[in-house]
């Protein structure tokens, strides 16, 4: 079943900041975050373990509540190149730690 | 080191016609795993290997096989093309350790009518 993401878009200025969010209906082993630029692949930025903790990526974080089944990502101080669809990725537990389950995606739009 | 490499870059098929899409890795990664896109529905599992040998569906299989005879490569065939399976697809790859992402190749894109 595919993680839900909010929102579904979100159009900023240069420097403003965004959160987006990411939740699961079943208890999670961990959660991928990737963006995607058009017409290329995804790419990888990071995962998040259960345990709760929070990662950082330049001016990029995640966090992770395993209790809420929850991740969310935080832009700060947007950039242009930050543009893009930026999807999280779900692994439950219980299971295998290689399916990966995608949500639908959020399109970020950063402008001048 | 190539990463991920998809062939082809585009296809068109006629409904009816089998095709295989190829995905190769040159980093010794244990597990890939087969993705469509189409618009609005993010990425959705097709197929996935954990090994040589071994292969699981995931959330959409039906219409394809795969088979995993080598560690590097991990094809995927369409056994009678259908216009629903126009979409863009991804080959993605990733070390076994809990701590990695998947790398995705390039995508083939693919039409049929």
């Known amino acids: 079943q595919q993680p839900v993401q909010s929102p579904q878009a979100v159009i900023l200025r240069e420097g403003e900041d965004a959160v987006i969010n990411c939740s699961s209906s079943?208890?999670?082993?961990?959660v991928h975050w990737y963006r995607q630029k058009h017409g290329e692949a995804p790419v990888f930025l990071m995962i998040l373990l259960k345990g709760g903790e929070q990662k950082g990526h330049e001016k990029i974080s995640a966090s992770f509540n395993e209790k809420k089944q929850q991740s969310s990502l935080y832009l700060t101080a947007s950039q242009l190149s930050y543009s893009g669809t930026y999807f999280c990725?779900?692994?439950?537990?219980?299971?295998?730690?290689?399916?990966?389950?995608f949500g639908k995606g959020t399109l970020l739009t950063v402008n001048p | 080191n190539a990463g991920v490499t998809q062939t082809p870059k585009f296809q068109v098929l006629k409904t009816g016609q089998s095709m295989t899409l190829q995905c190769a890795q040159d980093m010794n990664h244990e597990y890939m795993s087969w993705y469509r896109q189409d618009p609005g529905m993010g990425l959705r599992l097709i197929h996935y290997s954990v090994g040589a040998g071994i292969t699981d569906q995931g959330e959409v299989p039906n219409g394809y096989n795969v088979s995993r005879s080598t560690t590097e490569d991990f094809p995927l065939r369409l056994l009678s093309a259908a216009p629903s399976q126009t979409s863009v697809y991804f080959c993605?790859?990733?070390?076994?350790?809990?701590?990695?992402?998947?790398?995705f190749g390039s995508g083939t894109r693919l039409t049929v009518v």
């Open positions: 079943k208890a999670l082993y961990s």
């Open positions: 993605a790859s990733r070390r076994r350790q809990a701590g990695d992402g998947y790398t």
């Open positions: 990725g779900t692994v439950n537990s219980g299971g295998s730690n290689y399916k990966l389950t």
